[in-house]
């Protein structure tokens, strides 16, 4: 089976740095992805980690760390439109196990 | 851009009775994904498609919940008959093995039934 957890909320400030853990325990793993979800919108892909490391794309970074199936998502220069539901995903072959996302509120 | 697409986006339906959805995936994309979020949740996989077939409906009331994807390119969700905790947003997405398995979602269809 699958176990993800990611904490429920967390707050920051305008310009600021954020990083938001997820961790698992699954039966098989490929790979780990982040997706941002504003309210009421799909998910869109922020990052895939395989292997173990830092990602870094712009403002956003992903960390994996395979053998303490711990992941981090970091958000620099925090912006208002920031504010959204970060879930981290698990994927297993084609399959994605989603966490409950953690919703993130940047105020000015 | 190529983007999935789900219609209809709202539906309000009393309980007892039969909603449809639909799905339409990115072009070439060979695995088709539906999902259900309910609020302040994360998207749990009611079934996964591989061309026409099912790979994975584990998660699926298949009491009152149907789905297909007949010629392996579009799909069709059902509920029959809607119950009141089936108000939820219900996703659909695509994938393929050349994208790495990132999975592209649809705008979704937000449910309410009432």
């Known amino acids: 089976g699958q176990n993800i957890d990611q904490p429920t909320e967390m707050t920051a400030t305008e310009g600021a740095i954020v990083q938001i853990n997820c961790t698992y325990q699954?039966?098989?793993?490929?790979?780990l992805f982040w997706y941002q979800q504003h309210a009421g919108e799909a998910p869109t892909f922020l990052s895939y980690?395989?292997?173990?490391g830092l990602e870094e794309k712009g403002r956003f970074s992903s960390f994996l760390s395979r053998s303490k199936g711990y992941s981090y998502l970091l958000l620099k220069e925090l912006q208002m439109k920031d504010s959204a539901s970060y879930l981290c995903?698990?994927?297993?072959?084609?399959?994605?196990?989603f966490g409950k996302g953690t919703m993130l509120l940047v105020s000015p | 851009e190529a983007e999935v697409a789900q219609s209809p986006r709202y539906k309000i339906t009393e309980k007892s009775q039969a909603v449809a959805f639909w799905c339409d995936p990115i072009s070439g994309h060979a695995t088709l994904y539906w999902y259900r979020q309910i609020l302040g949740q994360g998207p749990e996989l009611l079934v996964q498609f591989q061309d026409e077939s099912v790979v994975d409906d584990s998660q699926l009331p298949k009491d009152r919940f149907s789905a297909e994807r007949l010629k392996g390119v579009d799909s069709t969700l059902k509920i029959q008959p809607a119950e009141l905790g089936d108000s939820a947003m219900y996703l659909c997405?695509?994938?393929?093995?050349?994208?790495?398995?990132?999975?592209?979602f649809g705008p979704g269809t937000r449910l309410t039934v009432t």
């Open positions: 699954t039966s098989g793993f490929n790979g």
């Open positions: 980690n395989v292997l173990d």
């Open positions: 997405a695509s994938s393929s093995r050349t994208s790495g398995y990132e999975q592209y």
């Open positions: 995903a698990v994927r297993r072959y084609s399959t994605l196990t």
